[in-house]
């Protein structure tokens, strides 16, 4: 039985996606649930996977292509035996894959798991087998790279003839299009800085206090946690709390309207291949360093395979960035709209610091805050930092609320 693959259901917040990767070919065999096709959106890779075990008989959008949602991208064929897509309609790349051999002796190889076999060295006959007819899948050999012996690495392949090497002097350029987060990311930092009177004032905070905290407690909160204790929940609840005392802090503008946001929902920038993406913690003044901490963790394993949804990055009322983590000593952040403030973490530096007449060395992290003048006053936003400085100098007055 044939069955339309189609594009996701993107929300009303995205017009419509690219395809962006084809993982199965016409002809090639697939089980249910395993990865057809990534459409990529403004904000976020989505999977379109297999509804059943099949074959794929072909496909409609290319990669590259402009897709609405619910847009027809391929045909597909139910059944283990399905029928593959005629040879006068298979894509040269199909054609190649029927022409190599299709078995090592008596092991029989899927297109792409010869292929992915052939780029890693690996003897077919060393691979577990799970497909159909004793039929060695992609998954298989994956599985078999993930428990191959470390100090065994696989044999290379026989090398091919070099590549001819670049001629000395040459000027070697690369020209590859924008990827659909990329260029949304561009569009609306630019747009932040030309519609908002965006406005960046800067302090330091000793991190000393909560250092020492953290190295007293970080084996106890691991053991009864299941998660590290970092810096960032530190930093997460002691926004909270200053966004609850200055609540234009936590406002947004739309349009004529300024609105008041009666939660605390924070998002947190984390670097991917793909580019930025920011995350929400939601109702941040109910959770715990234990859950801020997991949930980050959970963000920024999510982030980097590409599993974030759409539903993750939607909403937020307040950002944290963190540019410390890559070196940044000092940095000045942009609004992430329709938002009215951000905040830059950076790098931790030991520096000469005057205390009580004397001179120590301090860890020291500079912070900036970075505001929209049209909703927040100067004063508001300095004492707004002023207040997450102190409250991390004195973790105390988290818990005192004071």
């Given at each position: ?272 291949d793909r580019g930025l993406v920011v995350p929400v913690l939601r109702d941040c003044d109910s959770m715990g360093l234990a859950e801020i901490e997991s949930t980050i963790g959970d963000f920024a394993k999510r982030g980097r395979e590409g599993k ?14 963190n540019g410390g983590i890559f070196g940044s000593l000092m940095s000045t952040p942009i609004l992430n709209p329709p938002q009215t403030a951000i905040l830059g973490m950076h790098k931790i530096q030991e520096r000469p610091m005057a205390v009580n007449g004397q001179v120590e060395i301090l860890p020291m992290m500079y912070l900036a805050v970075s505001y929209d003048h049209r ?28």
């Amino acid at each position: 039985m044939s069955i339309e693959i189609k594009a996701p259901t993107f929300p009303e917040s995205v017009a419509d996606g690219t395809v962006a990767t084809w993982h199965k070919q016409p002809g090639e065999a697939v089980a249910r649930d395993e990865l057809l096709v990534d459409i990529e959106t403004d904000k976020v890779v989505l999977e379109v996977v297999a509804p059943a075990d099949g074959t794929m008989k072909d496909i409609l959008k290319q990669e590259g292509d402009v897709v609405l949602s619910d847009e027809v991208l391929g045909i597909f064929v139910e059944g283990a035996v399905a029928e593959a897509a005629p040879a006068a309609e298979a894509t040269p790349a199909a054609a190649e894959a029927e022409e190599a051999p299709a078995a090592a002796g008596d092991i029989i190889l899927s297109p792409a798991a010869r292929k992915l076999a052939d780029e890693k060295g690996i003897n077919p006959s060393d691979i577990k087998a799970t497909g159909k007819d004793g039929r060695v899948t992609k998954e298989d050999v994956l599985n078999h790279l993930k428990s191959a012996p470390k100090s065994a690495p696989a044999a290379a392949p026989a090398p091919a003839a070099a590549a001819p090497a670049v001629p000395a002097g040459e000027r070697v350029e690369k020209r590859v299009p924008m990827t659909r987060l990329r260029a949304t990311i561009a569009k609306r930092l630019v747009d932040a800085q030309q519609n908002a009177a965006m406005l960046t004032t800067y302090n330091e905070v000793n991190m000393k206090p909560v250092m020492e905290l953290r190295k007293k407690y970080k084996d106890q909160f691991e053991k009864a946690h299941g998660v590290k204790l970092g810096f960032m929940s530190f930093f997460v609840k002691a926004a909270t709390e200053a966004l609850k005392r200055f609540p234009a802090v936590n406002a947004s503008i739309d349009g004529n309207d300024m609105v008041y946001h009666g939660y605390q929902d924070v998002g947190v920038a984390v670097s991917t291949d793909r580019g930025l993406v920011v995350p929400v913690l939601r109702d941040c003044d109910s959770m715990g360093l234990a859950e801020i901490e997991s949930t980050i963790g959970d963000f920024a394993k999510r982030g980097r395979e590409g599993k974030l949804g759409i539903e993750d990055m939607q909403g937020g009322t307040f950002t944290i960035t963190n540019g410390g983590i890559f070196g940044s000593l000092m940095s000045t952040p942009i609004l992430n709209p329709p938002q009215t403030a951000i905040l830059g973490m950076h790098k931790i530096q030991e520096r000469p610091m005057a205390v009580n007449g004397q001179v120590e060395i301090l860890p020291m992290m500079y912070l900036a805050v970075s505001y929209d003048h049209r909703m927040i006053d100067g004063k508001e936003a300095v004492q707004f930092l002023v207040t997450i400085k102190d409250l991390l100098e004195d973790p105390a007055r988290l818990l005192l609320d004071i």
